[in-house]
């Protein structure tokens, strides 16, 4: 029997939102007392404290019971080499693998080294991403660099820190704006804060996607980005017939700096698995690069009873996969996209011209999607 992929998780956030005191919080959870963590600063994580035996040069063992590995080079060899000191016996078994960047790191990188080395998705498979920001400076932080907005963007969970120093009326607003700004730019994940230990282990690394023969994907977060669209266009007619003609006409809740949006759809009709193996492609050649994260559940015609679940990072795909049913009623397809300088019709147009002429097969209607993403 083949054993299930190991799910692997990144942790990220900007210098100073607090990565080290939430990793150290997380690392003395039974939940995680099997896992593994890859740092790629050792110096930048203070765990040195927790350390009780030095296993060789690479491999330290902490008193939680995780192994922790410092990166010395390329991520891709220092996660083979792990896998295969565990499958050797060399090192104790681990069940998840904790990749924490550095604070200035661009996510993207690390996502496509776990998505798309052939030798790696046999054994693992990317959980999702933990996303840590600082609630006191944070505003300041997504203003003045754009690794902290695109760390914001591709996370599947995001952890607010150090909300008791927002004190009064002021600190009130201070976390209103904050948790704002941060729905405006990721209303897909789910949003936890450490204040009275909110952000558990469990919470944050059940994010549902590694492993869909044990999981199913977390759907009503992916759509939360519907329902926020949904409740900002019903809150602009309310303003177009009531008396605030003046305000926030053109405000867009799902814009972030005139460049980053996100947005979901869904389908009724069934794609061909040809069509959405096109669509992929198209969505790739033309979108990969300002395709900052993707998310879908999708009703292909050759089994509607089973859907596929896909999951993208820029040029970068997990291998489509089979769930054994749908997770919930809706059997429709739905798709969440976080994007750079793409406008909703153009994707949304170019799937469903697919579902449209799904008789047609996918050679019937190439001419037509290449024509809608001119």
């Not at 005191?21 to 930048?44: H, M, Q, R, W, Y």
């Not at 924490?100 to 690390?110: C, H, R, S």
């Amino acid at each position: 029997m083949t054993s299930a992929p190991i799910p692997v998780a990144v942790l990220t956030g900007f210098l100073g939102a607090g990565k080290t005191t939430l990793l150290n919080f997380l690392l003395k959870d039974p939940f995680l007392s099997d896992a593994a963590v890859i740092i790629n600063e050792f110096g930048d994580v203070g765990i040195d404290h927790l350390l009780v035996e030095r296993a060789d040069e690479n491999v330290i063992e902490l008193a939680s019971g995780c192994l922790c590995c410092t990166i010395r080079g390329d991520l891709i060899d220092t996660i083979h080499d792990l896998l295969a000191r565990r499958a050797g016996g060399h090192i104790r078994r681990f069940n998840r693998i904790i990749i924490e960047t550095t604070g200035l790191a661009d996510p993207a990188p690390v996502l496509h080294a776990v998505m798309s080395e052939p030798g790696l998705l046999a054994a693992c498979r990317l959980e999702g991403v933990i996303t840590v920001v600082d609630a006191f400076n944070g505003m300041a932080t997504l203003d003045q660099h754009a690794e902290a907005v695109k760390q914001v963007a591709v996370a599947d969970r995001i952890v607010l820190t150090k909300v008791d120093l927002l004190v009064g009326r002021a600190g009130e607003e201070m976390l209103f704006a904050i948790i704002g700004r941060l729905r405006k730019l990721n209303p897909a994940a789910r949003l936890l804060t450490t204040h009275r230990n909110e952000a558990t282990a469990e919470r944050l690394f059940t994010m549902g996607l590694f492993d869909p023969r044990t999981k199913t994907p977390d759907v009503q977060g992916w759509l939360a980005v519907e329902a926020h669209e949904t409740g900002e266009k019903r809150g602009r007619r309310h303003r177009h017939h009531g008396h605030d003609h003046g305000h926030d006409h053109h405000h867009d809740v799902s814009r972030h700096d005139d460049h980053i949006r996100s947005f979901s759809f869904t389908e009724a009709n069934a794609i061909s698995p040809q069509g959405l193996e096109l669509f992929m492609e198209l969505l790739k050649s033309y979108h990969g690069a300002n395709m900052l994260r993707m998310k879908g559940i999708v009703r292909v015609s050759d089994d509607p009873s089973r859907p596929v679940v896909l999951h993208g990072v820029q040029h970068v795909f997990h291998p489509p996969v089979r769930l054994d049913a749908w997770p919930d009623g809706d059997v429709r397809t739905r798709l969440v996209f976080i994007v750079k300088d793409i406008e909703k019709p153009m994707i949304e147009k170019l799937f469903r011209a697919f579902t449209d002429q799904i008789s047609g097969g996918a050679d019937a209607f190439t001419d037509k999607t290449l024509s809608l993403n001119r």
